[in-house]
């Protein structure tokens, strides 16, 4: 947050980009999905060179006078595709080039399915095909990315992905709750949103698999269901959901 600690009055919760007005903190970005990483180190002001500032190292903050200029690691801001420099001219943020097929940010899981074999992938990103993201998971066509919503938050971590044979996608996710251990959900496709499904009681979900049968294996590291599971028992279900994918991998491949 800027201007307080979060809930104070006056204080904003910027996702990474504030400017102070003379009178207030006001956002520079729209405060969920955009990503900068501006990598700004300021300088020390003490008993250094004349020439210390050319010693930092990610000094990527810069005014011409009238925009500010930041550079650094990131796909868009405020919903404004533009890679690794922006520019902020006291009222919007400008790309600073143009966008084209591929996607801001990175797929952590991809994974194949169904009849025509769909290309499907999960991760975290800004913009997919030129356009804001409104989700974690992507489906490439063979021409153009498609891009499925979901009510996920946005600190939330999916790190399974699988297609089945029949095209049923799955997503294993956790959730990060403000008190407590991480909780996992299972989001599956309901036409162009992945929605989660009715299981409760998970812990981290750390692994899924389908199975040739249709059933959907779970994995994790303590999974806690309604029968209270061990974390031993999560373990055994991680190292089946392993043994499924395997066997799912070899089908696909007609071996």
């Known amino acids: 947050s800027a201007g307080g600690l979060e809930g104070a009055s006056g204080a904003i919760a910027p996702r990474s980009v504030a400017r102070f007005d ?12 955009g990503t900068v990483t501006p990598w700004f180190q300021p300088a020390v002001c003490g008993d250094e060179g004349p020439g210390a500032i050319w010693d930092v190292s990610h000094q990527r903050l810069f005014h011409d006078g009238g925009r500010l200029i930041a550079g650094g690691m990131f796909s868009g801001v405020d919903g404004v595709l533009t890679q690794s420099i922006a520019a902020h001219d006291g009222t919007s943020w400008i790309a600073q080039g143009g966008g084209g097929l591929g ?23 800004t913009h997919v095909g030129g356009a804001p993201a409104v989700g974690r998971v992507v489906r490439f066509d063979g021409t153009s990315w498609q891009n499925f919503s979901d009510a996920l938050p946005k600190d939330a971590w999916c790190p399974a992905l699988d297609v089945s044979d029949d095209g049923e996608v ?5 959730v990060f709750p403000p008190n407590g251990d991480a909780q996992g959900t299972i989001l599956r ?7 989660a499904a009715n299981v409760t009681g998970l812990g981290p979900v750390m692994a899924i698999a389908w199975s040739p049968s249709g059933a959907l294996y779970i994995g994790g590291s303590a999974m806690l269901t309604a029968s209270q599971q061990t974390i031993e ?15 799912g991998n070899q089908y696909r491949d007609g071996t």
């Open 170 to 174: 799955a997503v294993g996710c956790m």
């Open 103 to 125: 996607f801001g940010g990175s797929i952590d899981r991809i994974a194949t399915g169904g009849d025509a074999c769909d290309v499907y992938g999960v991760g975290t990103f």
């Open 189 to 195: 496709r309901e036409g162009d949103a992945m929605v």
């Open 22 to 33: 003379g009178a207030a903190w006001v956002s520079l970005d729209d405060s969920t999905t």
């Open 233 to 247: 028992k999560g373990r055994e279900l991680a190292a089946e959901a392993l043994e499924a994918a395997a066997r």
